[in-house]
């Protein structure tokens, strides 16, 4: 995972986001709509390309939801590389005084992020934007194991529910599930609902996501 960032690296501020093809495509704009948002100097999105989207990004192997592709359960290992291999490299790469990592991403990168929440603290926040909390299991897990990043934000288009296919049509009400979860544990936690359907704007609700984090994390900090 070599990033491209997004920013000024040695930022008080990193913004991992795993990204695709697409997602790359689109990153100059969603760091522009972020500065539009935000307004701030001290942040960095380092856009990290995954290899294979439908094995990297997903805890545990699942049956095609669409289409004919499998998932598979290499989340683990790609936490790993971001934990043990990722920011080490930025650190000692961009030595800063004091730098807070924050994890988001869109779609299954969203889910990820979300995924990565209840298993580590070393995220100071997880932006997970229209993430496929349709996954199978996801649900369940969530209610049954405890969240470790201190702040989350979530969102979905109003029309992603709206889906044809039976499985996907469920990620309204998991998120709905997932909000009230993290509501109730008392995390600091946003659900937005975005005008459109999973493919409308993912830069601009990135860039919502991230804001807000930054908002929530350097209120907190000016507090300290």
Not at 79 to 108: K, Q
Not at 146 to 159: A, E, F, K, M, Q
Not at 173 to 180: P, V
Request: proline share 6%; hydrophobic share 40%; net charge negative.
């Amino acid at each position: 995972m070599k990033p491209a960032f997004f920013g000024t690296p040695s930022a008080r501020y990193m913004l991992l986001q795993p990204v695709d093809e697409h997602d790359r495509e689109v990153m100059e704009r969603e760091a522009a709509a972020l500065r539009e948002l935000d307004g701030g100097t001290d942040w960095c999105i380092a856009a990290l390309p995954v290899e294979d989207w439908f094995r990297d990004l997903t805890p545990w192997e699942a049956a095609p939801v669409f289409g004919n592709r499998a998932f598979g359960d290499g989340a683990a290992r790609t936490l790993r590389e971001l934990t043990d291999r990722v920011i080490p490299r930025i650190d000692a790469a961009f030595p800063a005084a004091e730098r807070d990592y924050l994890l988001g991403g869109y779609s299954l990168a969203g889910f990820f992020s979300l995924w990565a929440a209840y298993q580590t603290d070393r995220f100071a926040g997880v932006a997970a934007v229209s993430p496929s909390v349709w996954y199978p299991g996801w649900t369940a897990y969530a209610e049954e194991h405890n969240i470790h990043t201190p702040r989350v934000y979530l969102s979905l288009g109003d029309r992603e529910e709206k889906a044809r296919n039976p499985v996907m049509a469920t990620v309204g009400n998991a998120i709905r599930t997932q909000h009230q979860l993290l509501s109730e544990a008392g995390i600091p936690c946003r659900l937005d609902w975005n005008p459109g359907n999973h493919f409308a704007c993912s830069d601009r609700r990135m860039a919502r996501g991230f804001a807000w984090l930054l908002a929530e994390l350097r209120a907190k900090n000016e507090e300290a």
